[in-house]
């Protein structure tokens, strides 16, 4: 069973909104830099170029940090599975034959679109870049929100 109720906010977050819900705050959280990860070597060409894409963006919403790279690189690789298998499905089309029967069945590419595009949803949520995960973050200004974090994390 997976884990229950909504993704915890973090502490420095939760600190810089003035602490709604008035519980006490993890002061033992672990509070990686504030950096870009080192890309992986081991991404392919559609992988990287997704990595380079997402770096930036993430940092400016300071969400991105040295201890983030894994989740990154696979959303990356995701994002690389998806693209190819729908490429694949544009040129083999939705249903196919088998050689013996005859019969017609549905593309195999269907389920690895279905899963990937699930995954890729997923990590995507982790990083706040979709609508509603967005909802959930509450940022003054860029230049604000990185002093009060600052102030949050060292004190």
């Known amino acids: 069973m997976g884990l229950r109720g909504p993704a915890p906010i973090p502490t420095a977050i939760r600190s810089y909104e003035g602490n709604p819900g008035k519980r006490p705050l993890n002061e033992w959280e672990p509070q990686p830099k504030m950096v870009r ?3 992986p070597r081991h991404l392919d060409a559609i992988a990287r170029k997704e990595w380079k894409r997402l770096c930036p963006m993430l940092l400016r ?3 991105l940090t040295e201890a983030d790279g894994i989740a990154l690189a696979n959303l990356c690789v995701d994002y690389s599975i998806l693209q190819q298998a729908q490429e694949s ?7 196919s034959k088998t050689a013996k029967t005859g019969m017609i069945h549905q593309s195999p590419l269907l389920n690895i679109i ?3 595009t699930d995954r890729v949803t997923r990590g995507l949520r982790e990083f706040g870049l979709t609508p509603a995960s967005r909802t959930r973050l509450s940022i003054s200004s860029a230049e604000n929100s990185v002093d009060s974090i600052e102030r949050a994390l060292c004190g």
């Open 61 to 63: 919403l300071l969400v």
């Open 114 to 116: 279905a899963v990937t």
């Open 37 to 39: 990860p080192t890309m």
């Open 89 to 95: 499905l544009a040129k083999t089309g939705l249903l």
